[in-house]
């Protein structure tokens, strides 16, 4: 108690004099700056002193945590330690030892200056040996006692060196041993400076061309490249924007869906800057000790600063920028405190040394306006799913390593895969190069990336060993006809593409595939009541033939009602609530999860109308399906046999049992000449689209015409 009392005395006095030195340092260590007030060289000041003062007291801290720590454990050392000293050394009287030496049990003793230390002689094969102790008394006949019991006397020689020595190390060891132990777990759980190195950043420091990424490596995302090749610039000639006056925007804040390629476009801002790049994930900054987050931040910063110009980008940053509303999930303290100290590390340094801050999330909606505002994050870049001409070109470039044989066909795939992001095209592409080397061909052909794009974006592998029954087989191939028929047999579809009754690893026992045979950016009642319809023909099969339903369609039904939810609650397309917005969409990146916002009795009512919408389309594809009973049984009974057919042989069978003619030579070059004409228009299509970008619209399927790119004038 009076070492931890003098120690505390110690640290206090330290403090307070380095507050002292602190303090009094600007008043005499400055000269006077000509053009300033005194009073504003002292404000300048103030940060450091509280800073220096921050330190001071965690340096204090840290010492008082260890000194309790190595106190408390000498008190479990020593507290072990006379536990076994009494369990193997015990305390016996004089009487007892004279009666042991009477019958010959005693080997040795040993006269300690206090006491007789006494050993018995060996019974057994014991590997601790009991020891016991007898208190001094003066007996004169207790050494011819010993003589004639022929006992070893041992005598007294004082050694205080040697006793010192044991009894330093007997308790320095195992706290040198403790204080290495505690340091090796704290860097491990911290991973930096501060206690043990906790408050150190971890960020990964890319130096100049070493992230190995420019913007040649990022295909699809024109628009985002556009906007951060102003900040590149930047970065390579700033005098041209400082001299008309401009600033270097202090954040970029990338948003999109999870796969859209937010950090590789961070990468090749860099790669194409040649400056150094702080990476680093938001969760970085989260540990358990309370304070560590708002500490890596401080240090984050000022080693960006030390290197600038450089280029400094969070990754998934909502795990700390996360709203401090209570509708968010607030309430975290630790989390809170990193993002007031990033906040105001963001207004603090000054752009004018080329720092800028990257970062990206898929959930901008949970983020604090704080975080968002000008000053802050400047720039919102949207990097959304590719079209398909980005698609294209994103296969392009994962493509251009791979050997491929003359059957490939890009443009149809880009066609093929609409929704899909730059990691689902990139691994699609593996895949495919993959599923070449297993079938032993030394090229990818088309057929090779097909499969992998069911493999992708469908339902995974096939699943050849599972042996359904000749009865639940029937019942799949009536139901994915079913769909094909309906498909077939209205207007405002996609073409069917595949139709299979092979197993699938995701669960699917088969599927009807279609591709769009254009690129779209709306959907009109129309072609979303005919999904509806599409998606009810396989319940619809299974009704009319089996006069039974079964499991099958559970996904059929749940896509269905999604759309048909989504015509009256968001695209106005109800004409009993007209183009009132029922809904808000709450992850609109994510799974687009979408809140009712209004009463429950109108929330009753819009299911009603939801229901009355599938009921409707349920009937359209029985009535179909019922005129058309002939060709439904022929169909599925060749897809019985076959198990998969291409969409090219269920058209063609389906024309001969129509009576309907052959696809002749004037409509494929007519369709030609449209694909033709389509390429050629590409180029005022893209101008355009910068235009209305320009002006503020942007259209996107499933979403409001008049979308713009603020969100609060969309909200408006």
Not at 249 to 260: D, F, H, Q, R, S
Request: hydrophobic residues 40%; contains cysteine; proline residues 3%.
């Amino acid at each position: 108690i009076l070492l931890l009392n003098l120690l505390t005395h110690i640290i206090n006095s330290s403090n307070y004099w380095k507050h002292i030195a602190a303090n009094t340092q600007p008043r005499y260590g400055n000269p006077r700056i000509e053009g300033c007030h005194t009073e504003d060289i002292m404000d300048n000041q103030e940060p450091n002193n509280n800073q220096n003062n921050n330190r001071n007291n965690r340096n204090g801290q840290v010492i008082m945590t260890f000194i309790l720590i190595s106190l408390f454990a000498l008190f479990i050392i020593s507290f072990v330690s006379n536990k076994l000293t009494q369990q193997f050394n015990q305390e016996i009287s004089y009487t007892d030892f004279l009666a042991k030496v009477e019958a010959d049990e005693v080997e040795s003793i040993k006269y300690t200056g206090s006491e007789i230390d006494i050993t018995l002689k060996s019974k057994g094969t014991s590997v601790y040996k009991q020891t016991y102790y007898t208190g001094m008394v003066s007996d004169d006949e207790l050494i011819p006692l010993l003589k004639k019991h022929n006992v070893e006397i041992y005598g007294y020689i004082p050694d205080n060196t040697s006793t010192w020595v044991y009894n330093i190390l007997s308790f320095i060891l195992p706290l040198v041993l403790l204080w290495v132990l505690l340091g090796f777990i704290m860097k491990r759980m911290g991973g930096g400076g501060g206690m043990m190195g906790v408050g150190k950043s971890n960020a990964k420091v890319y130096v100049e061309k070493s992230t190995g990424v420019t913007f040649k490596d990022v295909a699809g995302q024109d628009e985002a490249k556009e906007s951060l090749q102003e900040v590149v610039d930047f970065l390579h000639n700033p005098k041209k924007y400082r001299d008309i006056g401009a600033k270097l925007p202090k954040g970029a804040l990338l948003v999109g869906p999870p796969g859209t390629g937010k950090t590789l476009l961070a990468k090749a801002v860099a790669g194409e800057a040649k400056v150094p790049f702080f990476s680093l994930a938001g969760s970085d900054f989260v540990e358990m000790f309370v304070g560590v987050g708002a500490s890596r931040v401080r240090d984050l910063f000022k080693e960006a600063q030390k290197q600038a110009p450089c280029i400094i980008f969070i990754d998934e940053i909502d795990a700390i920028g996360k709203s401090r509303d209570s509708r968010f999930g607030s309430g975290n303290d630790e989390r809170e405190q990193t993002l007031n100290q990033l906040l105001a590390e963001m207004d603090g340094f000054d752009t004018s040394k080329g720092l800028l801050i990257l970062a990206a999330t898929n959930r901008p909606e949970v983020l604090d306006k704080a975080l968002l505002r000008p000053g802050r994050f400047d720039r919102r870049i949207i990097v959304d799913r590719p079209d398909q001409k980005g698609r294209l070109e994103t296969l392009k470039v994962h493509a251009k390593d791979v050997l491929m044989d003359e059957t490939v066909d890009l443009d149809a795939l880009a066609l093929a895969t609409a929704g899909l992001v730059g990691s689902d095209l990139a691994n699609m592409i593996n895949e495919a190069a993959i599923n070449a080397v297993k079938h032993g061909r030394k090229y990818v052909n088309q057929s090779d990336l097909f499969e992998a794009f069911e493999l992708v974006a469908v339902g995974g592998k096939e699943k050849k060993d599972r042996a359904m029954s000749e009865k639940e087989k029937h019942i799949v191939s009536y139901h994915e006809v079913g769909h094909a028929m309906v498909t077939a047999l209205q207007k405002n579809t996609e073409p069917v593409q595949k139709i299979t009754i092979v197993p699938r690893t995701m669960g699917a026992l088969g599927y009807t595939l279609q591709t769009p045979e254009e690129e779209k950016f709306l959907d009109t009642k129309e072609e979303l009541l005919a999904k509806i319809t599409t998606f009810m023909g396989g319940r619809a099969a299974e009704d009319i033939v089996f006069h039974s339903v079964t499991s099958g369609a559970a996904n059929d039904i749940e896509q269905a009602t999604n759309i048909a939810k989504s015509m009256i609650t968001r695209f106005g397309m109800s004409e009993k609530f007209g183009m009132m917005s029922l809904v808000t969409v709450e992850s609109q990146y994510l799974d687009g999860r979408a809140s009712m916002n209004c009463a429950e009795e109108t929330a009753a009512e819009v299911d009603k109308e939801v229901l009355k919408v599938i009921n409707s389309c349920y009937a359209e594809a029985v009535r179909l399906l019922t005129e058309n009973r002939e060709v439904l049984d022929k169909i599925a009974d060749y897809l019985y046999e076959h198990e998969t057919i291409t969409g090219k042989e269920f058209m063609k069978i389906f024309r001969e049992l129509k009576g309907l003619p052959e696809e002749d030579e004037k409509e494929r070059k007519n369709n030609d000449i449209k694909a033709d004409a389509k390429e050629d228009t590409q180029a005022e299509d893209q101008q355009t689209k910068q235009q209305d970008e320009q002006s503020g619209v942007t259209l996107e399927k499933g979403q409001h015409i008049d979308m713009t790119a603020d969100d609060n004038h969309a909200k408006e």
